[in-house]
């Protein structure tokens, strides 16, 4: 009988672009202030990729730095998931494009779109599949190039986004290295109106008008989709806990999406998690749907103060209304 795998995160990595855009820049653009976006959402700057700099780039950046970390050739990934709301094109997926950047010849590729909470689905799909043993070696990449589908004269969205990536290698290899206990993933579809960018696909293709309605920008309603993002995070968190056994009181480090500080401290307060088990980057990435999770998770593993056996809860929301959450043993 084959023995019981649990997959394992050997590698992690993520790339930041260069220009930072504070939020003093913003009050030059639109009417807001930086008391106004920090009081509201904690965020203090953002990262904004260049005009030439796509999703995929920032991708394989990540990718290659996750590759490093895990001591693992391109060569030797059999597949690549990349989870994106922005990628390149419609097609060819995303990761096809990072495939040939990265030189990963071995590897199928595809896309998953399940925003804010795309990481945490690919991540629950890459488990599966090693432990199935169909696949030995999984990058995962969350990649997100929010600034091109944000309208920068909207003082309701634009002060939210930000754009980066961050990448992890998922093998079945016994190895020692952080082990994927649990995954829950969910949606709840009724209110996706709320958080949408309605042009571009086949109910609006693109046009003179679809671009006058500035339909291919991402439209939100704020205060419906914080009341949304509490509930779903705290019942993603909750789930968890339940499927895998574990006490709240077991979890060393609580990496929330981040939205919004408001939302995480509520969330954290539901579920009954101290505050400085909390890992925040809100104040200088902002909210940067899929990679929110992927950035922090490479930070935790490489900054937290993680002794073998300390569990971290993931746990995220976003578009859909999906959510999902992930436990992992350091
Ligand atoms: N600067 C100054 N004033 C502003 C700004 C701004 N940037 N944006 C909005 N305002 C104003 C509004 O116009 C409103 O003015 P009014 O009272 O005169 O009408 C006032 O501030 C309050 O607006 P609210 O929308 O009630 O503000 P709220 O406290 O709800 O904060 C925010 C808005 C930050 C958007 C919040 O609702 C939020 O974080 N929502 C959740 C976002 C989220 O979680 N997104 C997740 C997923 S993203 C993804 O999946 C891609």
Known sequence: MRKKITASIIGTGSYLPAKVLTNKDLESMVDTSDEWITTRTGIKERHIAGDDEYTSDMAAKAAMQALQSAGKKPSSIDLIIVATITPDMLFPSTACFVQDKIGA?????????????????AIEIAKRLVETGSHNTILVIAAEKLSAITDWTDRNTCVLFGDGAGACVI?????????ILCTYTGADSSAAELLMMPGGGTRFPASMQTVEKKLHFLKMAGREVF????????RAAERIMKKSDIKIDEIKCFL????????????????GISKEKVYLNVQKFGNMSAATVAVGLDEVFKDWDLKPGDKILVDAFGAGFTFGSLVIEW
Not at 227 to 234: D, E, H, P, Q
């Open 105 to 121: 010849k071995n590897a199928a590729c595809f896309d998953i779109g399940a925003a804010c909470s795309g990481y945490i689905y």
């Open 256 to 271: 929330p999406h981040q939205a919004n500080i408001r939302i995480i401290d509520a969330v954290a307060k539901k579920i």
């Open 171 to 179: 093998s079945g290899e016994e190895s020692g290295k952080p082990r």
């Open 227 to 234: 009341k949304n993002a509490v509930l779903s995070m705290y």
